[in-house]
């Protein structure tokens, strides 16, 4: 809203001396800091002023003109001595060879901002542009005078549109309504809203613009009138119940009334709150007493009477707002504040630095919040759309059942409260208690209740992928997300392990951790746990990590056993190499290493089942092991399972006489006419062995010959 009698706009007041453009900033500062020294802004606008020395705007003023405007309205708006420097200094170190670290010399104060905003400026500020408005969250998270600068910069940008091609200005006006109008509103800079809403509105569309302008200025007569009736009316009201106020009458802006045409879908002479009325008071009780006394003259309209200063905004703001049926029956808004409050209104967060009496100012916890979650938001298309929403929504203030305010946006549910609280709470949560009664948590919360969220204690509770349609603040979208995400890596990693081993068990051979590292590597993955994943989700076929892994050769000097006559690759030599009783391997068998942390190596079969276990468990615990050739003879041990009969045990071992084997030992258990029997014995290879196995397959009433520990 602007004043029916328009005010003289932030930065706007031009200096009547030429040779002393300086002078309405140092005046503006000064008004609002008396007691600050002025020489540092001095010091930047003669600097500033040399650097910009025959550089021009599109306008064809010389680009001195810009910090200039940008400092005066930092200044106007009250803001500290740095941040006033900062303006003047902004673009040197992007447009001029000044560089940062003369900037540091020279104005320790205001360099960080002149940093902060040059990283901003460096990236063209394009809509499309995610990681730039990125950028600009993080940097107000270090320092919300970032943003400040910035949005002074864009507003005197946008008061020179008119000299940009029509088309790139109505880029650059939504670029603003979806950006910046919101953040100075989450800032409170309400008069720097206005204005940018307004310049915006004008160039985004400018037909649609006029006629509004038109349309209100045909009432305009009648409708001041009218309001000058209200607001004598009032003051008199007010001063009968003793009660000292500054009236003031305003104009809704041309884009708020546009808003209402669109949002409310209604003919602009169906329109009657466009004019309001503002009551500014002495103390906050009389904010309270002024409501009373305006109400018990004119009828309230139901529904309309929001209290802000009992529950302020998270950008500051107080106010009381009530909109009543004024004399002819005409909707009116009246809004109802102190000095401070107004101040608040008009300036913002830099009303905080301009009355210093306020004490220490702490950063906007929405600040943090949402630079949180940009900073996890993985797909850059996602920033842009959920920032506009989060700007946007309305804010609710919710309570933790200890007392802690967690605001949220309107819409919000318990799982956007959870996560709010903390990620662990949000990946628990099963249930909610709402004020103290179980709910969904697809619930819809509202300002001032009580949020309990009940948790699970089970290590593998995840959230659920339903919550997606109905949560709505990015931090937890984004969260659940990575969540499901990472349980559905760890599918594939599995799935990839299991596939690989499937893949190598065919080829007859176990490949080490080293040889598989670097085929990962060679495939452009940063771990091996990536590469499993991608062959677990099909990406990658288990073929092309087995010629990867060929082609880059074992790493590690490998070891010979003369005892064995196997080779062991990718391990010290020295290392102690024993085959596994498990499975007790022989020459033929397509083995493995696994280095145990005090045995040295076992060789095991790529069956064996304890192998298997192992390897899934401690892959980088494999190695690649082969046969050189026999040597000796190796222990082996069958597993019979047959029905009992007589002789039974007799047949088995001249069956296995007759393979041209020596038995060394043998055991049986009967159960439910059942006899499994093992048989041990020495072979020189696997060839025997199966020589052994196809003689025990003759034996009348014998089931199954298996290898013991298969």
Request: aromatic residues 8%; glycine residues 8%.
């Amino acid at each position: 809203m602007r004043p029916l009698s328009p005010s003289r706009a932030l930065g706007a007041e031009i200096s009547q001396d030429p040779f002393d453009l300086l002078s309405p900033v140092l005046r503006s500062f000064s008004s609002h800091h008396p007691k600050d020294d002025t020489s540092p802004i001095e010091k930047a606008w003669e600097v500033a002023k040399s650097l910009h020395e025959g550089q021009f705007r599109a306008s064809g003023e010389p680009y001195i003109s810009h910090p200039l405007g940008v400092a005066q309205i930092l200044a106007d708006l009250g803001c500290e001595r740095e941040v006033v420097t900062a303006g003047l200094l902004h673009d040197t170190v992007e447009d001029t060879g000044y560089s940062l670290e003369e900037c540091r010399k020279e104005f320790p104060e205001a360099a960080p901002l002149v940093e902060g905003v040059t990283k901003l400026s460096s990236i063209s500020w394009e809509i499309s542009s995610a990681e730039t408005i990125k950028k600009l969250i993080l940097a107000m998270q270090q320092d919300v005078r970032v943003g400040v600068v910035k949005i002074a910069d864009r507003l005197y940008n946008a008061r020179t549109w008119r000299f940009m091609p029509p088309q790139k200005a109505s880029r650059k006006a939504k670029e603003t309504l979806d950006i910046y109008v919101h953040l100075a509103d989450r800032l409170g800079m309400g008069k720097v809203k206005a204005e940018l809403e307004e310049l915006s509105f004008k160039y985004l569309d400018p037909k649609i613009y006029r006629e509004v302008v038109q349309m209100v200025e045909a009432k305009a007569g009648s409708r001041d009138e009218y309001l000058r009736g209200m607001m004598k009316e009032i003051r008199i009201s007010l001063k009968q119940c003793g009660i000292r106020a500054r009236i003031a009458g305003r104009l809704k802006s041309h884009f708020s009334i546009y808003r209402k045409i669109v949002v409310l879908k209604k003919d602009f002479d169906r329109i009657y709150d466009i004019v309001g009325i503002r009551v500014i008071v002495g103390s906050t009780p009389d904010c309270y007493r002024a409501l009373g006394v305006i109400h018990g003259r004119w009828q309230p309209v139901p529904g309309r009477m929001k209290d802000y200063i009992g529950a302020p905004k998270p950008n500051f703001y107080q106010s009381l707002h009530t909109t009543i049926l004024g004399d002819n029956g005409q909707e009116i808004e009246i809004q109802i504040r102190t000095e401070e409050m107004h101040r608040q209104d008009e300036y913002g967060i830099a009303a905080h630095w301009r009355y210093k009496e306020l004490g220490d100012f702490e950063s906007p916890e929405w600040i943090s919040r949402t630079a949180n979650w940009v900073k996890d938001l993985q797909d850059p298309s996602e920033i842009l759309p959920a920032l506009k929403n989060d700007f946007i929504s309305e804010e609710i203030s919710t309570l933790t059942p200890k007392g802690k305010t967690i605001y949220l946006p309107e819409g919000a549910c318990p799982v956007d409260f959870a996560y709010a609280v903390h990620t662990k709470i949000g990946d628990a949560a099963v249930g909610a208690k709402i004020n103290g009664v179980p709910s969904s948590l697809s619930a819809k919360l509202k300002t001032g209740d009580c949020v309990e969220i009940l948790t699970s204690t089970s290590p593998n509770h995840s959230p659920s992928p339903d919550w997606l349609s109905f949560v709505l603040t990015p931090k937890a979208k984004n969260k659940i997300k990575r969540s499901l995400s990472r349980e559905k890596n760890l599918e594939d990693r599995g799935e990839g392990k299991k596939a690989l081993f499937s893949q190598f068990l065919s080829y007859g051979r176990m490949l080490s951790y080293s040889s598989l590292l670097q085929a990962s590597r060679r495939m452009g993955f940063g771990s091996l746990d990536a590469l499993y994943a991608a062959v677990g989700a099909g990406k990658v076929p288990p073929a092309a990590v087995w010629k990867a892994a060929l082609r880059s050769g074992a790493v590690g000097e490998g070891q010979d056993s003369k005892r064995y006559s196997l080779r062991v690759e990718g391990v010290e030599k020295g290392e102690r190499i024993e085959l596994a009783k498990c499975c007790k391997p022989v020459p033929g068998d397509p083995i493995a290493g696994f280095v145990t942390n005090s045995r040295g190596v076992r060789i095991h079969s790529l069956q064996c089942p304890d192998f298997i276990k192992l390897s899934e468990k401690s892959p980088d615990k494999v190695a690649d092991a082969h046969w050189k050739g026999p040597s000796g003879d190796f222990e082996a041990e069958i597993e019979v399972l047959a029905l009992d009969r007589r002789a039974l045990l007799a047949d088995l071992s001249l069956a296995i006489a007759n393979a041209c084997v020596n038995l060394s030992s043998s055991r049986q258990k009967v159960a439910s006419n059942l006899v499994s029997a093992y048989f041990s014995f020495k072979v020189r290879n696997l060839a025997q062995l199966e020589q052994v196995t196809k003689s025990l397959e003759q034996v009348e009433g014998v089931i199954e010959v298996k290898r013991a520990g298969s």
